[in-house]
């Protein structure tokens, strides 16, 4: 039951509700308040019966409409509760979201392996040595309800295998001096994104010394490549990254691999959606990938959006 | 019989009816001086027990005062309460240590997720929980049902089994340390961001590097959560700030409240980390809304920031309750994942993560 206002206009009589932090609702209490406060006092010393009952009631409600002023007070002043409907909440319900199939998903389960060779539209323009190999991880079909995270091989190296990196796709790049970061921050994980269930942020690069400059580019773009496994095949040349990438230095492939799936997440199922959200600006929120459509490209990160105001957005 | 326990505010508020009906009956006793101090006490006493009730309804909402001692003495290092759930398969445990350092001596309650107990040598990611002000850890474990929530979002794999911390973020309940180092006051930052890690990874196995630790926070442990990763990359990767502001407002002593420690003014003129950003906010929650669309619009690369803004709710406890399950499933996905270290010292991936849950 909330309190309204009756209205009269031209156009009739209106009930509305009162807001709960407008200065109707809180007139009404205080002036409430001021009357009861002033009817007890009246009738205190008046030979109302009984008067051992009307006394404290008038107390007791003086009291809780003046504990209500001063609640409606504070509440308009700092917003805790800004409508009736924040104060009395409807049960929020948290909807489930469900990983949607990746379009080699099908096709992987006709395999006896799980490493291709992988030619995703455009890849011929990313200035590669020759088209990426993919590993996918032994239980990438068995976990569909499920994202991978990604570690991505830079040069030339590699020998196809995921020895070491457990529970994470393995994508041999075959860059060369030409491949634009671009390619690693966006392109490549916009097409990844569509053929295979990886997740939307965090991923991580190995990279030869030969291409420690590409991915020190690569690692400045938000969000995606916070971890840099160099390996040690000579002098070591350390890219310059921003505060908060973390660049190590490891012996063999099988080691790098290894140190860089552990910095990424494990497989995780679809984050949990909030409730009852509208936003106030286009956002992708994580839980809601964009949905699989050939003519517009899935987001690069699939797993959230960047704020306004940020390059490369 | 606690401060904040239902017990405490019934007996207030029959206190407040019997002092009522008291008052009465009590107005025409004595004669003289006698009367008149008579009825200033029953005047007195409706007053008291009224704030009585106040006081115990409004800390039952943000925990402040958990247990009679820390009402006391006002130092909530021996004041914490000792609820413990029994652990189970599918779900964690909640302990309590204390954690000295900085010069500050305060009990932190820890999650430890299922499995914890069972994989002594797997390293697990770390969450630091930060609270309101006023306030204590205990809205976390009380009203929000924090470890309901990290259970069932582990048990359904959406959340890495995550070592979960809810540290005091002041010693005297009476000063609003907002996670930084007070000049002359309180050095809470560096309590927050070294004594609590240290102890942590000294005393539970959870991973050393900052891949493995984030933070989460509700008002103004959402300022915190954000100005703590802004601050600290070396040791955070991820956070997450719910209905959180962009400045401290409060005075830290040396005006720093407008520069070092005003993420605002940090972004516009520090370099700034490669760390991932979350930030929730009520589309009604006038001044957070402000200061969460004001971050936003500052952020720039190498910062990632991801937005939710919920339709209604406001600035309380529902609205960070249902704000709490996706913000810390995405905070799994911005963490490095539980390692097992191999022989030699160099963490390599758990062979197999113990999330599971199908």
């Given at each position: ?94 909807a489930a979201v469900t990983v949607r199939v990746a379009a080699l998903d099908g096709w992987l389960g006709t395999r006896d392996s799980g490493t291709f060779t992988w030619r995703p539209d455009g890849w011929a323009g990313w200035h590669l040595a020759a088209a990426p190999t993919v590993v996918v991880p032994a239980g990438y079909l068995g976990d569909p309800h499920r994202r991978f995270s990604v570690v991505v091989v830079l040069g030339a190296g590699g020998t196809g295998t995921a020895a070491g990196a457990d529970e994470t796709v393995v994508v041999y790049a075959r860059t060369t001096?030409?491949t634009?970061?671009a390619v690693l921050t966006e392109d490549l994980p916009a097409a990844l994104s569509r053929d295979l269930r990886v997740s939307g942020r965090r991923w991580a690069l190995v990279s ?10 690569a ?5 995606r490549y916070?971890?840099?496994a ?22 063999g492939l099988p080691a790098a691999l290894a140190w860089a799936a552990g910095q990424t997440p494990p497989p995780l199922a679809e984050a949990s959606a ?10 992708h929120?994580p839980s809601h990938p964009a949905p699989a459509d050939p003519s517009h490209p899935a987001p690069a990160n699939p797993g959230g ?9 | ?154 048990s359904a794999g959406r959340m890495v ?168 499933d995405?905070?799994s996905t911005?963490?490095?994942r539980p ?9 390599e991936p758990a062979v197999k993560v113990p999330a599971a849950g199908r």
């Amino acid at each position: 039951m909330r309190p309204v206002l009756i209205r009269f206009s031209s156009a009739g009589v209106q009930i509305v509700a009162m807001s709960l932090t407008g200065l109707p609702l809180l007139f009404v209490v205080a002036l409430g308040t001021v009357a009861v406060a002033a009817g007890t006092v009246l009738a205190w010393r008046r030979r109302l019966r009984p008067r051992l009952l009307v006394r404290p009631l008038g107390i007791l409600l003086t009291e809780a409409l003046l504990v209500t002023t001063i609640g409606l007070l504070v509440n308009r002043s700092e917003l805790f509760y800004p409508t009736w409907a924040d104060l009395f909440p409807p049960p929020a319900a948290t909807a489930a979201v469900t990983v949607r199939v990746a379009a080699l998903d099908g096709w992987l389960g006709t395999r006896d392996s799980g490493t291709f060779t992988w030619r995703p539209d455009g890849w011929a323009g990313w200035h590669l040595a020759a088209a990426p190999t993919v590993v996918v991880p032994a239980g990438y079909l068995g976990d569909p309800h499920r994202r991978f995270s990604v570690v991505v091989v830079l040069g030339a190296g590699g020998t196809g295998t995921a020895a070491g990196a457990d529970e994470t796709v393995v994508v041999y790049a075959r860059t060369t001096a030409a491949t634009p970061a671009a390619v690693l921050t966006e392109d490549l994980p916009a097409a990844l994104s569509r053929d295979l269930r990886v997740s939307g942020r965090r991923w991580a690069l190995v990279s030869p010394t030969a291409a420690s400059a590409l991915a020190g580019q690569a690692a400045a773009a938000p969000g995606r490549y916070p971890a840099i496994a160099l390996v040690r095949d000579g002098p070591i040349t350390r890219p310059v990254v921003p505060e908060g990438v973390t660049v190590n230095v490891l012996d063999g492939l099988p080691a790098a691999l290894a140190w860089a799936a552990g910095q990424t997440p494990p497989p995780l199922a679809e984050a949990s959606a909030p409730a009852g959200r509208l936003p106030v600006q286009p956002a992708h929120h994580p839980s809601h990938p964009a949905p699989a459509d050939p003519s517009h490209p899935a987001p690069a990160n699939p797993g959230g959006n960047r704020g306004p105001g940020q390059p490369g957005n | 019989m606690a401060p904040d326990s239902l017990g405490t505010e019934l007996l207030a508020l029959a206190a407040t009816v019997a002092a009522a009906f008291l008052a009465s009956p009590l107005w025409n006793r004595g004669r003289g001086l006698r009367r008149y101090a008579i009825r200033a006490a029953a005047v007195t006493a409706c007053l008291l027990t009224l704030t009585a009730t106040v006081l115990a309804a409004v800390n039952r909402e943000i925990e402040t005062y958990p247990t009679w001692a820390s009402l006391l003495i006002s130092d909530p290092a021996a004041a914490a309460p000792t609820e413990h759930a029994p652990p189970g398969a599918e779900t964690g445990t909640v302990i309590t240590m204390t954690v000295s350092g900085s010069g500050i001596t305060m009990p932190m309650y820890v999650y430890l997720p299922p499995g914890y107990d069972s994989h002594p040598d797997t390293r697990y990611p770390v969450i630091e929980a930060l609270h309101g002000y006023p306030g204590s850890p205990v809205p976390w474990l009380k009203r929000l049902h924090v470890t309901t929530i990290l259970d069932a979002e582990i048990s359904a794999g959406r959340m890495v089994p995550t070592v979960v911390l809810f540290p005091y973020q002041t010693p005297d309940t009476a000063i609003d340390t907002e996670c930084t180092n007070l000049v002359g006051g309180p050095q809470a930052e560096t309590y927050l961001t070294t004594d609590v890690p240290a102890a942590a990874r000294a005393r539970l196995h959870v991973r050393g590097d900052a891949a493995g630790w984030g933070l989460i926070g509700y008002s103004a442990g959402g300022y915190c959560a954000t100005d703590l990763l802004l601050r600290h990359p070396g040791q955070y990767a991820a956070g997450a700030s719910l209905s959180g502001y962009a400045t401290p407002g409060i005075k830290i002593g040396d005006g720093t409240e407008n520069t070092e420690y005003n993420a605002l003014w940090r972004l516009a003129h520090r370099p700034v980390p490669a760390v991932a950003l979350y930030l929730a906010c009520a589309r009604n929650d006038r001044e957070p809304l402000a200061d969460t669309l004001a971050l936003a619009a500052a952020a720039r690369a190498p910062l990632s920031v991801t937005t939710s803004f919920p339709a209604g709710g406001g600035h309380n406890a529902q609205t960070w309750q249902a704000m709490e399950a996706p913000a810390f499933d995405w905070l799994s996905t911005a963490l490095g994942r539980p390692v097992v270290p191999a022989t030699g010292g160099a963490e390599e991936p758990a062979v197999k993560v113990p999330a599971a849950g199908r």
